[in-house]
């Protein structure tokens, strides 16, 4: 498969919301890394923002976001895909609202991935931090 072909298949995933078909498109050992504090990894308001690295893990991922938002107030918008051979940079922006909090937010991401033999290697995403802890916090 080609990178976009693979991408176009992930996004889609996605939106399905099955966190065991996304995950299939992962390798293991793949480097998924989230740009955030490292301080703010793992909290329990946002479990999902940690380094993974199995397809267990990229379930897991899916599982908790859909777990602590609102999935009726969900929406992503895929604004680009920009491919240069193995890696893909899709940009778009993400709409949710925290489950905890009931605060919605938006954030604009970019995410890089590598694609080799089929799956995903890479998985690389810059995001506003700050408006997702923010629609975490407890007033």
Not at 25 to 54: C, F, M, N, V
Not at 80 to 89: E, F, G, K, R, T
């Amino acid at each position: 498969m080609t990178t976009r072909a693979v991408v176009e298949d992930l996004l889609g995933r996605i939106g399905s919301g099955d966190p065991e078909r996304i995950a299939e498109l992962y390798a293991d050992g793949a480097d998924w890394k989230l740009d955030w504090p490292q301080d703010e990894h793992g909290r329990s308001a946002t479990p999902w923002i940690r380094h993974k690295s199995t397809r267990t893990e990229a379930a897991a991922h899916f599982r908790a976001i859909a777990e602590h938002h609102v999935p009726e107030q969900a929406d992503t918008r895929i604004e680009q895909i920009l491919i240069d051979d193995s890696h893909a940079v899709v940009l778009g922006e993400i709409r949710q609202t925290a489950k905890a909090t009931g605060r919605a937010y938006r954030s604009r991401f970019a995410l890089h991935l590598t694609v080799e033999h089929g799956l995903i290697t890479r998985h690389h995403v810059y995001e506003d931090s700050l408006a997702v802890a923010r629609a975490f916090d407890s007033p």
